[in-house]
């Protein structure tokens, strides 16, 4: 029998996903003395996180091989055996996905929340003792009393027994070790000091324990959704200066670095880009808007629910400009897509404004050439529900696409060049070449705002830039 007073010993993480992975791995790397193991439903995702090839793991993100290749099978372990690795275990972590539902009531809006009741159901049928289980999955407020009802129909018959504690996750991908190590909170919600003190002891091996945030479970869920819509509601704010830069002769970068030096606002998160992507902003919002509404608040959904409309509304007039600087035509085009993940450094292409961007060019008739330096070409036909084209060749295939390596090869005889990532390996391109290379007269397109425009213009290039009033 687990003792609740006891110190963890063994963690078990359900989810074996963007978050679960490298957290697991961070705290196996920072509590030697704690057996972690990490369950999945999905087998193939298991596998490739015990790939001895360390480049076949599942998600990309810097330096996460190092660490696994430090903890793995060593006090980490990644196991489908669900049944059993719930039942060794002190303390789970929930962290599996939480999408918008597709159907049914609060369709679009609401999370479904399926994921998290099977995970509640395992560990109802298989925990032992005493368990403490805590939502890493970002969730609606109140979630944590469904877990309660769903743990609590087992309470009784097993001498099982369980608290529940909320400890959402704040890192973001590409950034996420980072973020692990040197988080700058850590947000526990719940009522059960001992369980508390628990998690709280984990963290503190490498945390400050003023960066530990304590509050009831309600604030807690309630703070990663707000978190998130504040983020998201910046990045609208600046998309939309962006706009008003282009119409009015301003610059963007300029405008935001004026504003961002008042310490009240910071400078932080004010890159303007093609329309935020990633698995979170857009779902938590919508969540924050379905809550509002729930509650009766319609003004409040109302005034969330603008953040994404202008993030659409990005995403939109990016894909109008280009077809308009093209002469209205992208029939017979060759189009190089420079990026295809949502931000640089992860192969997570989840909500990625390219891949609405591709579908638009495409339903437009203009044949693309989709470079990325993480993302692999299945991802890409999932993504755009389409196979590459069988013919690679220049004979444009109308509305077709292919896969390339190479960002040269890409480029060869393209009408047009949109960087829509800001991966390092795009900065520094040789832009005489590529004037060599592209069919004139040729258009570049800067949406992240990472080239020099003076070397793209000298090449005898034309360009777009985000936010440049000097596009006019
Ligand atoms: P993900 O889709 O990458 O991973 C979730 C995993 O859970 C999947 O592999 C899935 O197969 C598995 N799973 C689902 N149900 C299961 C079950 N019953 N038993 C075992 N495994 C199961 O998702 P993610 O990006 O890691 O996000 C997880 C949660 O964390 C979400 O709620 C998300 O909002 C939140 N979050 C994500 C990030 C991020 O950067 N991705 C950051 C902070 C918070
Ligand atoms: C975001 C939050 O930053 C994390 O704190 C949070 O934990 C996570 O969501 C989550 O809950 O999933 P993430 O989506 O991984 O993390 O990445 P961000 O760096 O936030 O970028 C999100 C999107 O906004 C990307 O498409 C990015 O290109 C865009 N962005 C970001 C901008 O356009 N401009 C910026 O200044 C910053």
């Known amino acids: 029998m687990k003792n609740l007073k006891s110190k963890i010993k063994n963690i078990c993480c359900i989810g074996a ?3 679960g992975g490298p957290t697991m791995s961070v705290i196996a790397d920072k509590c030697p003395d704690i057996m972690v193991t990490v369950v999945d439903i999905n087998t193939e995702k298991i596998n490739c996180w015990n790939e001895e090839d360390l480049k076949k793991l599942p998600i990309y993100e810097p330096n996460l091989e190092d660490v696994i290749s430090r903890v793995r099978n060593r006090n980490l372990f990644f196991s489908n055996d669900i049944e059993n690795s719930i039942k ?6 929930i962290s599996v996905n939480t999408p918008i539902k597709e159907k049914g009531i609060g369709s679009g809006k ?5 994921w998290v009741e099977s995970s509640a159901r395992q560990i109802s049928s298989y925990a032992e003792g005493h368990t403490i289980v805590v939502e890493k999955s970002t969730l609606p407020v109140r979630t944590a009393e469904t877990i309660k009802n769903i743990l609590a129909s087992s309470f009784k018959d097993n001498n099982k027994s369980f608290s529940v504690l909320s400890n959402p996750e704040f890192l ?12 700058d909170r850590v947000l526990i919600g719940g009522e059960d000091y001992d369980s508390i003190n628990a998690l709280k002891e984990i963290y503190t091996r490498w945390v400050d324990s003023k960066k530990i945030i304590c509050t009831n479970v309600w604030s807690s869920e309630l703070s990663k959704l707000v978190a998130n819509a504040f983020l998201a509601q910046r990045i609208s704010s600046i998309n939309t200066v962006s706009a008003i830069c282009e119409a009015s002769g301003a610059e963007v970068n300029e405008v935001a670095k004026a504003v961002g030096t008042d310490k009240r606002i910071g400078s932080k998160f004010l890159n303007p880009g093609p329309g935020f992507g990633g698995s979170c902003f857009k779902k938590d919002i919508l969540n ?8 009766g608040l319609p003004e409040v959904a109302e005034y969330w629910e603008q953040v994404i409309k202008m993030n659409t509304w990005q995403q939109e007039r990016i894909y109008k400009v280009v077809v308009s600087r093209l002469f209205g035509n992208v029939v ?8 295809f993940s949502f931000k640089s450094n992860t192969n997570d292409t989840r909500e990625s404004p390219a891949i609405e961007l591709c579908k638009n060019l495409l339903n437009e008739g203009a044949f693309l050439a989709i470079n990325d330096p993480k993302v692999k070409k299945n991802q890409i036909e999932k993504d755009l529900n389409l196979n590459e084209s069988p013919d690679q060749d220049i004979n444009f295939s109308e509305g077709g696409w292919y896969y390339e390596e190479s960002v040269y090869n890409a480029i060869d005889k393209s009408d047009g060049v949109i960087i829509l990532t800001e991966w390092n390996e795009y900065r520094n391109l040789d832009w005489d070449k590529i004037s060599r290379i592209t069919r004139k007269p040729a258009w570049i397109f800067d949406t992240r705002l990472i080239i020099d425009p003076i070397k793209v213009k000298e090449a005898g290039l034309n360009l777009w830039r985000l936010g440049d009033g000097n596009n006019r």
């Open 17 to 19: 996903g963007y978050v």
């Open 88 to 93: 060794k275990a002190d303390l789970i972590f």
């Open 110 to 114: 609401a999370s479904n929340l399926k």
């Open 172 to 183: 973001s991908e590409g950034n996420a070790l980072d973020d692990l190590l040197n988080p």
């Open 288 to 295: 924050l808007v379905y809550l509002c509404n729930h509650f």
């Open 332 to 339: 017979n085009k060759k189009l190089a897509i420079l990026g």
